[in-house]
Structures are given as structure tokens and as C-alpha cells.
DNA sequence: CCCCCATACCTATCGCTTCTACATATCATC
DNA sequence: GATGATATGTAGAAGCGATAGGTATGGGGG
């Protein structure tokens, strides 16, 4: 419940987080930012003004594909689900997330850099 | 002696990695560019339209302080090195990149996430 | 001697993403 | 009927890295 401490996020994470949830299943916008937030444990917070904007791109680009249903709780939504160049798109990105880490990791000096 | 994978590079990961290579001495521009370079195994690779910039951001910040000198090679070149500013934004940033990765394994689902 | 490459610096501009701030609408609860 | 959570959206600003140029020097090969 405090604040979240990652106020800021570096520019291509946002897409990440978001292909990697839904990868999970269909989902409306609301609920990936809360579940980000909260798998996160309250680290992550996800503005809504980052949010839809990085929604419509990543749909623009055929990684996603929406349509509107009914919530649980009976309010409409727009779903939405990987497509299959979405899911290519989450491994490659993924990739490229752990190799970005290992590297800076390695200037870093972190022990983790060597293990492997 | 592969392309380097990494392209781009997430916003604000640049300051960190510069500040952490300065932390072992003082370091010309080009050479801080090389050892980025070499240390990551040729993963990351520094752009020269970034490297400047930022290193004149970082010294009107005042975490920079620099002066021309000779290098091994003797030609004249601009030596940077970290203030005291600067080794304490290299601590906040770096404890804020290592949340941040593990707030992002979180998310991926790394083993890594629930060690500790 | 000349050309090329690595070294070493710089800047203008572009492109992209995220953030801030605002606007809208419904539903449940008090 | 007011309030807060849910749910989506846009406009504008800000920041950073990349692209693409430019300058200058020194060393090695032809």
C-alpha cells in the first residue's frame, strides 16, 4: 500500500508488461494495469495516460485485437489478447529484456553476470 | 566481433551506466564509450549522439566535472569524473534500476523474482 | 606522399514513449 | 444525491536516445 516507488518507466517496458500479462488471457485495460501493479508488489504503477496510448499502438501494430464485453461485475470493456505476431513479439522482447539486464548487470559489477 | 544486439537503449539506463564506469576513475568520453562496449561483451553499444549529450547533461547537473588532458596516446581529450553529486545518483540509480528489474521479473515470472 | 581508419569531440533534428492533466460515463454505496 | 472505484479516452509537454551530419588529429599501408 505504499506509494509506488517506480514512479518512472524506462521507454519499451510498458509494452513488455503488457504482452506478458495478457499473455495470460484476455484482459481490458483497467485490470492489466492493476494486475501489473500488484504482481509488482505496488513497485510498478502504470499511468492510465501511458496506459491507452500504448494499447492502441501495440493493436495498431497487430499485436493485439480487442473487442468489447461484460465485466464480472456487469460493465462493457474492451478485451483485449495476443495475437500471434503479439506473442512473437513478447518472446523477442522478452529476449531482449534479459539480455539488456545480463549486460548491464555486467557493468554493474553484479555477481549474477558471471553465474550462468 | 558480432553487430551489437542491443540498439536501443531504455531511457535513463545511459546516466547509470556512465556513472558506474566513472566510479572506477576518471575517463575520457570515447574511451567511457569503448568500455561500455567491451564490458557488456558487445551487447550494448553506445552512440556517439548519445554519449556527448548526456555527458553534458550529467555536468550541468553536477554530477560530471571535467578537464582537458593528454591521454596515453597524446592527444588531447576531455577527462570527466564523478563529484560527490554524482556518486550518490549513481547509488539511487543504481538500488532504482535493481528494483526495477526485479519488479519486472516479477511480471516475466522469474525464478529469480521469488529469490531472496 | 596520400588515403584511409581509428581516435576524439560536437550539435541539430527526429522519433518515440511516457507523464501530466483533463474529460467522460457507469455502478455501488452511503 | 454525493462520492469513490471502475473504465476509457485525448491533448500537450517533456525527456532521451538515435540518426546524420560535421571538425580535427595521428598512425599505417600502399
Same mark, same amino acid.
Given at each position: ?31 492489466? #494495469? %492493476? ?6 508488489? +505496488?513497485?510498478?504503477?502504470?499511468? /492510465? ?5 500504448? $494499447? ?27 495475437? #500471434? %505476431? ?6 523477442? +522482447?522478452?529476449?531482449?529484456?534479459? /539480455? ?5 548487470? $555486467? ?10
Amino acid at each position: 500500500m505504499g506509494a509506488p516507488a517506480q514512479t518512472d518507466l524506462p521507454q519499451g517496458t510498458l509494452d513488455l508488461l503488457i504482452l506478458r500479462v495478457l499473455a495470460l488471457g484476455p484482459m481490458h485495460g483497467y485490470a492489466i #494495469a %492493476r494486475r501489473i501493479q500488484q504482481t509488482s508488489r +505496488e513497485v510498478l504503477a502504470v499511468q /492510465q495516460g501511458s496506459l491507452y496510448p500504448a $494499447l492502441h499502438r501495440l493493436e495498431n501494430k497487430g499485436a493485439l485485437s480487442a473487442d468489447w464485453k461484460l465485466t464480472d461485475t456487469g460493465r462493457e470493456a474492451k478485451f483485449y489478447r495476443l495475437t #500471434a %505476431r503479439g506473442r512473437t513479439r513478447l518472446e523477442s +522482447e522478452t529476449a531482449n529484456w534479459r /539480455q539488456l539486464v545480463e549486460a548491464v548487470g $555486467l557493468i554493474l559489477g553484479d555477481p549474477e553476470g558471471e553465474r550462468r
